[in-house]
């Protein structure tokens, strides 16, 4: 790697201004899902290990430059503290003499959140001085937001030049994980796209049918494909108006040899809801009132044999509606192979996206994948080959 690690940074007595990625889940004043806390444990305990003063600056939620007391890192303080197991002491800003203060009078063992950086307009903006008031603070700066690094923000870009900089364990993990997976996998490589719309994913298409022998694509997206080849797809979620961009990259696949995986059975159903009275046909013959809300046996058998012989598999998008019963099924069993082939040792598997990690954990395979990314935009902006500011500014 390019830049350099905790393993090169001198910390006793520093204060290490360490950038997470702590934007959790909040419900009734109470963390539903503390993963993201759980994953920067390494990177503290290192640089608590090493003698320096962790300080944290991170965002929660989008508050716009404003102080939204709902979105205050004082809400998720004790979280914090619980998780990482450490006495952690707060700030009520990230800038200035509350921070000044919270900075001098941390103790050896201790850690500080600093209240959230999006406070304060200067950080999305990315504004030197704003970057400079953080960088005044502390001696050395860890990246370990992989998962905001897709941001030119302040605390993400800003001040990686100003400091001594490295990536933190997650960062290192992060970006290990997805080169093993998209830069030098070892062959053959699938990948597995999903979602709803193919406007939002055409640079990641783009660059993957480039990049890997197989493009599994599920969803509503793979409607979109669908009916560009002439298919009738009834009232499915359907972007018409992309025929010829689907056209197109069926041709650049064609042209890299990359195989595109569509369904040729599907499951279909008349309302959007659980359990709704469903059917599986062939993909030809859906019906003029229904839509198309999972892949059909046929279609996961095919994609099964597929992964039976591939090396590595990136993961973004279910095949289906996973979220209702009983359309999960083509999603739950193609996640059941992966789990199996991954523990086998015959498979490198990688993950990420909000709803790509739902749908594992739902499964019950979360365990069994090699990797799967604390990111969503991040590791899609990373799988559609862009850089990423955050990761640029250690280099
Ligand atoms: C996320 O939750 O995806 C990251 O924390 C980045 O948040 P953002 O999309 O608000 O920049
Ligand atoms: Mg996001």
């Known amino acids: 790697m390019a830049w350099k690690t905790l393993d ?3 910390l006793s007595g520093k204060v290490v201004l360490t950038r997470v990625d702590i934007n959790v889940p909040v419900a009734d004043g109470k963390v539903t899902d503390p993963t993201r806390i759980e ?3 390494p990177t503290i305990d290192d640089i608590l290990a090493k003698g320096g003063k962790p300080v944290l600056l991170a965002h929660f939620g989008r508050p716009k430059g404003q102080v939204v007391p709902e979105m205050s890192l004082g ?9 990482l197991g450490v006495p952690v002491k707060f700030a009520t800003d990230c800038i200035g003499s509350p921070a000044k203060e919270a900075v001098a009078a941390l103790q050896p063992g201790e850690v500080l959140l600093l209240e959230n950086t999006r406070f304060h307009k200067g950080e999305t903006d990315n504004d030197g001085q704003f970057a400079a008031s953080l960088a005044a603070l502390g001696d050395v700066y860890v990246n370990d937001a992989f998962s905001a690094a897709h941001r030119a923000h302040g605390s993400t870009e800003g001040v990686a030049k100003l400091l001594p900089s490295c990536a933190g364990r997650l960062m290192q993990a992060e970006l290990s994980a997805l080169e093993a997976a998209l830069s030098t996998p070892t062959r053959p490589v699938v990948a597995v796209v999903g979602g709803a719309k193919v406007s939002t994913k055409l640079d990641l298409l783009g660059n993957l ?7 599994v694509i599920g969803g509503g997206m793979a409607n979109t494909f669908l009916a560009a080849e002439g298919v009738d797809v009834g009232k499915s979620l359907c972007e018409h108006d992309l025929a010829d961009t689907a056209r197109e990259i069926i041709k ?5 040899g990359c195989e595109i995986v569509l369904p040729v059975d599907v499951v279909v159903a008349r309302e959007f809801k659980a359990n709704a009275a469903n059917e599986v046909l062939p993909v030809t013959e859906c019906p003029e009132d229904a839509m198309i809300f999972d892949a059909g046996p046929k279609s996961v058998a095919r994609i099964n044999e597929i992964l039976d012989d591939a090396k590595t598999v990136i993961m973004n998008g279910p095949l289906g509606v996973f979220e209702l019963e009983p359309f999960g099924a083509g999603t739950f069993a193609m996640l059941e192979k992966i789990a199996e082939q991954t523990n086998a040792g015959a498979l490198v598997s ?3 996206g909000g709803d790509t990690v739902s749908a594992i954990n739902a499964s019950g395979h979360a365990k069994d994948f ?3 990314s604390t990111a969503g935009g991040a590791f899609l902006e990373w799988m559609e080959g862009k850089e990423l500011p955050g990761v640029v500014a250690l280099g």
């Open 8 to 10: 090169d940074m001198e």
């Open 209 to 215: 049918v480039r990049k890997v022998d197989y493009l």
């Open 370 to 372: 090699t990797y799967i």
């Open 39 to 41: 994953r920067i444990k």
């Open 350 to 352: 990688v993950a990420g």
């Open 252 to 256: 650049k696949a064609d042209e890299a």
């Open 75 to 83: 809400l998720i303080k004790d979280t914090v503290a619980e998780v």
